[in-house]
Antibody, heavy 118, light 110 residues
Framework: EVLLVESGGGLVQPGGSLRLSCAASGFTFSSYWMHWVRQAPGKGLVWVSRANGDASDTTYADSVKGRFTISRDNAKNTLYLQMNSLRAEDTAVYFC???????????WGQGSQVTVSS | QTVVTQEPSFSVSPGGTVTLTCDLNSGSISTNYYPSWYQQTPGQAPRTLIYNTNTRSSGVPDRFSGSILGDKAALTITGAQADDESDYYCALYMGSGIWVFGGGTKLTVL
């Protein structure tokens, strides 16, 4: 069974930093692209970032480019999202998701809440 | 800026049929965008329904179907049930490792 478990969320002040983790199990982690998708309170899903199998190729939404960094440790089967210069508008539940061949998200974690507030 | 638009809300009667659409501001949606659809209930993670335009994900009932209608991607629910009341999101692959979600449709079954 594919399992994705996010952690590392919490309350942080504007301008602060936070690192999210997503522990993966039940599949060959290094063979899949992985993503972060977020959802602000009462709002829709927003794609944030993607890393290919060895994180040699990463992409970002314009709203986080230059502030967020996606990475992965395939030995630990873990995906990360380093978030710097956080803003109030980054407040959201952050989901990690696995990407299947064909460009869709086939498995999702339960999400980690990030709140940016003073 | 790429904008993907969905109907904010829709209502369907139990047993009825509803088609939700996904529109791209920069032009027509084709299979090259690999449209996919996700269902989400409050407080839960999204559930994958449809991928590659019209392929149902494992375990998804066949009352859910995907298609291209005109220049939009579409999700049709035939014989809606009470537990289909959820938020529905489309997603498009824009190429170059970039994805965009639609704003979502809140479906009410009553």
């Amino acid at each position: 069974e594919v399992l994705l478990v996010e952690s590392g969320g919490g309350l942080v002040q504007p301008g602060g930093s936070l690192r999210l983790s997503c522990a993966a199990s039940g599949f060959t982690f290094s063979s899949y692209w992985m993503h972060w998708v977020r959802q602000a309170p009462g709002k829709g899903l927003v794609w944030v970032s993607r890393a290919n199998g060895d994180a040699s190729d990463t992409t970002y939404a314009d709203s986080v480019k230059g502030r967020f960094t996606i990475s992965r440790d395939n030995a630990k089967n873990t995906l990360y999202l380093q978030m710097n210069s956080l803003r109030a508008e980054d407040t959201a539940v952050y989901f990690c998701a696995r990407s299947a061949t064909g460009g869709y998200f086939d498995n999702w974690g339960q999400g980690s809440q990030v709140t940016v507030s003073s | 800026q790429t904008v993907v638009t969905q109907e904010p809300s829709f209502s369907v009667s139990p047993g009825g049929t509803v088609t939700l659409t996904c529109d791209l501001n920069s032009g027509s949606i084709s299979t090259n965008y690999y449209p996919s659809w996700y269902q989400q209930t409050p407080g839960q993670a999204p559930r994958t329904l449809i991928y590659n335009t019209n392929t149902r994900s494992s375990g998804v009932p066949d009352r859910f179907s995907g298609s291209i209608l005109g220049d939009k991607a579409a999700l049709t629910i035939t014989g809606a049930q009470a537990d289909d009341e959820s938020d529905y999101y489309c997603a498009l692959y824009m190429g170059s490792g970039i994805w965009v979600f639609g704003g979502g449709t809140k479906l009410t079954v009553l």
